[in-house]
């Protein structure tokens, strides 16, 4: 079974400048990913999606194929996933004949995700024949029945109260609403066909991957690199200390 891994890095980036090939601990942001890919047990291919040259030359250094360049107008602030990954996918078709049966997104942003999470990603996948996709989660911060939004200057419930079942959730124990998870941006276990022939990332059938908090920080500001800096030399060091013995 042919299973591709894709890491989607454009140039751009407004928190933090160059930040896939920024040094994170050392190492480029997106070396992470393309080793944490290439070190699976079931991932066939690795292959980056950018635009930029820059980051081609990196990601080719680090092992990872880079067949071709990203268009520019999916490269923008305003590119989403499918476009990138259809892109990526009727490339290979058209170019090389390649048509894995599934997906994997690793986004360069989640540089804490192991192999062995990878790997038990595809593993939940492989064992239900009618899943479309594997996402992992972590627990959310803020049950999403306590969200708000602002109409007409007062505050409104963002989840309906006719929606959530309860008379004022935003009011409850939390305990008393039930598990709430968020997508954490690490893994993406996709059936290709529910992108190229779905037009979706996910599809309907989707199986999570609960992650710890720690594994689950995704870089998206100056913040998130420092907590993702910390962690990183802690492993690191951790690694170290294990080797010696």
């Not at 109260?161 to 993406?188: C, H, K, W």
Request: with cysteine.
């Amino acid at each position: 079974m042919e299973i591709l891994a894709i890491v989607p890095a454009r140039g751009g980036s407004k928190g933090i400048p160059r930040k896939n090939i920024k040094l994170l601990a050392g190492e480029p942001l997106i070396a992470y990913s393309i080793r944490a890919a290439q070190e699976s047990k079931h991932i066939s291919r690795t292959i980056v999606s950018t635009e930029d040259e820059e980051i081609r030359e990196v990601a080719l250094r680090y092992g990872a194929e880079v067949p071709f360049v990203r268009p520019a107008e999916l490269a923008d602030d305003h590119a989403v996933d499918l476009d990138v990954f259809q892109h990526c996918l009727k490339w290979l078709d058209d170019n090389e004949s390649y048509r894995p049966e599934i997906v994997v997104q690793l986004r360069p942003t989640a540089p804490l995700r192991t192999t062995a999470r990878i790997d038990e990603a595809i593993d939940l996948f492989l064992e239900a024949p009618s899943v479309d996709c594997v996402r992992t989660v972590r627990l959310s911060p803020q049950h999403p029945l306590k969200t708000w939004r602002v109409v007409d200057g007062y505050l409104t419930p963002f989840v309906p109260v006719s929606v959530s079942g309860f008379e004022e959730p935003y009011n409850m124990p939390r305990q008393d609403l039930g598990t709430a998870y968020i997508q954490n941006g690490s893994i993406d276990v996709i059936r290709t066909t529910v992108i190229t022939e779905g037009n979706s990332m996910s599809g309907s059938k989707i199986r999570p991957l609960i992650m710890t908090d720690e594994e689950s920080v995704n870089i998206d500001s100056p913040t998130d690199w420092e907590m993702a800096e910390l962690l990183m030399q802690r492993r690191n060091a951790a690694a170290g200390r294990e080797g010696a013995k």
